[in-house]
């Protein structure tokens, strides 16, 4: 959550130098929960939620997963915008990077329904409708950013199943306890629901997304196609 912030607050100095020691600074904070945070014990990409504090939770908790990659993503694009951009630009394919390698490890966990427990790979953990809204959410995003796209199956099967997990009175259903993270919650929980707000908004923008690719390759492949029949014609005069 800070590291958005400082990367903000140096996106908007009008001193450069100030800027750029922001900026960094967001970069930094990333790369250094990264090198503490992921789980070196399983190798496979997952983040241990909290330690080196007053307590620790070493688990894999689903919802944290969530949370460091829109932070990861929120710097990369407040840099990419920002009037440092050129200059800081190898930063991004490393942020990138980082996201992608922790989308890809959440979904090797991915429930047959489209669910994700709310301890991520413990059989016994609970299935928690926000951490998937905010994972199928950020997976969306990162689409739109770098390669995605082999993920986007499955934050489609998650974006189908919060959907009917929506009761009558608008809250998400099935979600762990935002007070306490370890215990299932039957009540509203304005993360969970802000959760899947963010996913409604994530999905909405990557099909407008993807269709403008879709549409601007029709009209290559169009362009194309009639240069080949201009040049067939073309052929067909000189011949005659």
Do not use: C
Not at 116 to 130: R, V, W
Not at 202 to 213: C, L, P, T, V, W
Request: a negative charge; aromatic letters at 12%.
């Amino acid at each position: 959550m800070v590291p958005p912030s400082l990367a903000y607050w140096g996106a908007i100095q009008t001193d450069l130098e100030v800027s750029k020691d922001y900026l960094t600074k967001a970069y930094e904070q990333l790369r250094l929960y990264r090198d503490v945070l992921r789980d070196q014990t399983t190798n496979n990409g997952l983040w241990h939620h909290v330690i080196f504090g007053s307590w620790s939770d070493p688990r894999h908790w689903t919802t944290g997963h969530g949370w460091a990659v829109a932070g990861i993503l929120r710097v990369h694009q407040t840099i990419a915008k920002s009037a440092l951009r050129d200059e800081l630009s190898w930063m991004l394919p490393n942020l990138v990077s980082w996201a992608q390698e922790i989308v890809g490890a959440v979904w090797q966990f991915q429930r047959a329904d489209g669910s994700l427990y709310n301890y991520l790979d413990e059989d016994s953990s609970f299935t928690d409708m926000s951490g998937t809204a905010f994972m199928a959410a950020v997976t969306y995003r990162l689409a739109m950013i770098g390669d995605a796209t082999h993920f986007i199956e499955n934050a489609d099967r998650a974006f189908a199943l919060v959907k009917t997990k929506i009761a009558a009175d608008g809250r998400l259903m099935d979600v762990v306890n935002p007070y306490d993270f370890t215990n299932p919650y039957s009540d509203v929980s304005p993360e969970g629901n802000a959760m899947a707000l963010m996913l409604q908004a994530a999905h909405r923008d990557y099909s407008g997304f993807s269709k403008s690719i879709h549409n601007g390759l029709a009209d290559v492949f169009s362009a194309f196609a009639k240069a080949i029949e201009a040049a067939k014609n073309l052929d067909s005069e000189s011949s005659t």
